[in-house]
T-cell receptor, first 112, second 114 residues
Framework: KQEVTQIPAALSVPEGENLVLNCSFTDSAIYNLQWFRQDPGKGLTSLLLIQSSQREQTSGRLNASLDKSSGRSTLYIAASQPGDSATYLCAVNNNAGNMLTFGGGTRLMVKP | EAQVTQNPRYLITVTGKKLTVTCSQNMNHEYMSWYRQDPGLGLRQIYYSMNVEVTDKGDVPEGYKVSRKEKRNFPLILESPSPNQTSLYFC?????????????FGEGSRLTVL
């Protein structure tokens, strides 16, 4: 059974710092991996989707990488801003269908 | 505006009283899914549907039913709710291209079962 772990569970940084959020998964036979942002009391917003054949995806200040063989993905946020404060979740889609497995999330606080 | 709409957003009910949480998407997505989110347990998939009249169990289907009679709607049914089904529920849908593209989520439905 796929297990997805996100470290750290919480992170507090000053504004302007570059930071890396980590996601690891136990079964490397994945179809794709997706990073989401969740604001308190809200639904999830998709940030980046990486197919299993891709190594990375970029959107603005965000860059997500994927290393299937080692079971890892990272989300890099450049020049963090207070508006980036939220919980970030990664989700892995396995090869057997559409069973998505979510990590527990990293709660990010960017201080002005 | 492209969106996934869930109703109700908040609900307090009592044990055993049947309820339905509706989910509707206006993006012509074939794939739809239900999740529950609990502190310390994260998001877990309840049921998903690849198309009309096609549904499959996720990780935690016990105590839930779903139906997919129309492409846009995917209601979640709790026939006899119990307190352990108190949770935050999310519906999601995705593009028909490929096997689960970008997922779009609803705003969530917070359910309390007394």
């Amino acid at each position: 059974k796929q297990e997805v772990t996100q470290i750290p569970a919480a992170l507090s940084v000053p504004e302007g710092e570059n930071l890396v959020l980590n996601c690891s998964f136990t079964d490397s036979a994945i179809y794709n991996l997706q990073w989401f942002r969740q604001d308190p009391g809200k639904g999830l917003t998709s940030l980046l989707l990486i197919q299993s054949s891709q190594r990375e995806q970029t959107s603005g200040r965000l860059n997500a990488s994927l290393d299937k063989s080692s079971g890892r993905s990272t989300l890099y946020i450049a020049a963090s801003q207070p508006g980036d404060s939220a919980t970030y979740l990664c989700a892995v889609n396995n090869n057997a269908g559409n069973m998505l497995t979510f990590g527990g999330g990293t709660r990010l606080m960017v201080k002005p | 505006e492209a969106q996934v709409t869930q109703n109700p957003r908040y609900l307090i009910t009592v044990t055993g009283k049947k309820l339905t949480v509706t989910c509707s998407q206006n993006m012509n997505h074939e794939y739809m899914s239900w999740y529950r989110q609990d502190p310390g347990l994260g998001l877990r998939q309840i049921y998903y549907s690849m198309n009309v009249e096609v549904t499959d169990k996720g990780d935690v289907p016990e105590g839930y039913k779903v139906s997919r009679k129309e492409k846009r709607n995917f209601p979640l049914i709790l026939e006899s709710p119990s307190p352990n089904q108190t949770s935050l529920y999310f519906c999601a849908s995705s593009s028909p291209r490929g096997n689960t593209g970008e997922l779009f989520f609803g705003e969530g439905s917070r359910l309390t079962v007394l």
